[in-house]
């Protein structure tokens, strides 16, 4: 029997209340119940014009939904409704539409843009800012300041918010036609295209619009047919100054298969590129992720969660998500204890079991001093350097807790402790010999 509580509001046009019942079917028996239960029974849909509206109750259950059944909830409907059809997610309860009103205000985003990727909430660091400020510029004088603008970065570092946040911008102009597309769908598109043989359409479409947006252009790079189409219509565009932005995973000259005219014309404009956040930015990504999500975490907590999750900030969001759903389901509040055994993978906390007294030794061992040094008094930079090493490396493989390892370096205080470990954590980052020299002890120690 199927419990239907997922609303419909178009329900007066019976094609679509089958079609939603259709992927609703299919999710059924996709998903285990459970999960049907907790992300699918809650969901209001509503469709206009060429788009799938999911209202939810907050940006918290938005993130969760997308990272827990995302993939399959997009795969079911672009099955049922064509790979055409967009899909907006937006926070709190959807407008009734009628029938008659369906028609109008076609929407100045074409494409799936999510409205909650905005400026304002990417937090901006050394490791991100001139693209950050390469975004805002573009968004403020599309097709004047640098065209392309080509983005590129490691997985989960904010290209595609970046994008969505210059779209989001944009669409308070008037006047302002944009087109996203990520390469994978521009490449299926025109392979339709191609297969009806409907390319006229398919190019008078992209050459109609004033600002075209490609995410993970690398995916038609090797695609002989997809990267000529591209490159004309790059063309048509470049030439009367209409904005192209590009992103990518990888710089143009690392783009193998990539065909040279093409390289080279991603190149005329402004590259820009985006690198891991640092401790302090990412620390900075937690605190407002979590005040969005409307829950607070623990420094120690975050400081767990920020040193150990380094280089993919949506990394960092799925183990605040999987944190949080956690503690819901179980009904008690987020500590170390439970950050440490629900994130066990992520955080790559060790099982086998190391002392401090282990540690304490092998590294007075390497820095060459006594281990009583471990604990003396002495603040001499040889002794206190390997101590506060020593401090970083009992955090990051014991499952002690601040306190308890600054009692056994000599009954120091907590916050010598923590000191310590941002202090070598900094110096792994901007250091790289002494970034290896410490993963080699972390690796040894752990056998
Ligand atoms: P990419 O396209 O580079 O793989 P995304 O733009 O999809 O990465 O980012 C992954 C997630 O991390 C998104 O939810 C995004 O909002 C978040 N994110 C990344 N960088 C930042 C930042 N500097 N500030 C806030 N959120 C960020
Ligand atoms: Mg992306």
Redesign the pocket.
Known sequence: MVHFACSILTMNNPTWTTQWQDIINQLQDQLPGQKFDAWINPLEANIVDNALIISCASNFFINGFKADCGSVFEDCVHTVLGQGMDIHYKVGKPQVVKPSEEKTQPSKIDGNVDSR?TFK???VGSS?EFAFAACQAVAEKPGESYNPLYLH?G???????LIHAISNELSQKPDIKIAYRTGERFTNELIKAIGSRSTDQFREHYRKVDVLIIDDVQFIAGKTSTQEEFFHTFNALHEVHKQIILVSDRNPHDMSHLEERLRSRFNWGLVADIQP?NLETRLA?LA?KTELAGITLDKDVSYLLASRITNN??EL?GALTRLTAFSHLTKKSIDMDMAKNVLREQLHVVVRSITIEDIQKKIADYYGIAPKEMKSNKRSRNIAFPRQVAMYISKELTQASLPEIGSSFGGRDHTTVLYAHRKIDAQRQEDRAFDDEISHLLNTLRG
């Not at 997985?155 to 918010?161: M, Q, R, Y």
């Open positions: 990727f909430n990417f937090i991100n970065g997985v989960g570092l904010g290209k595609t918010h956040p990504i407002s900030v949506r969001e």
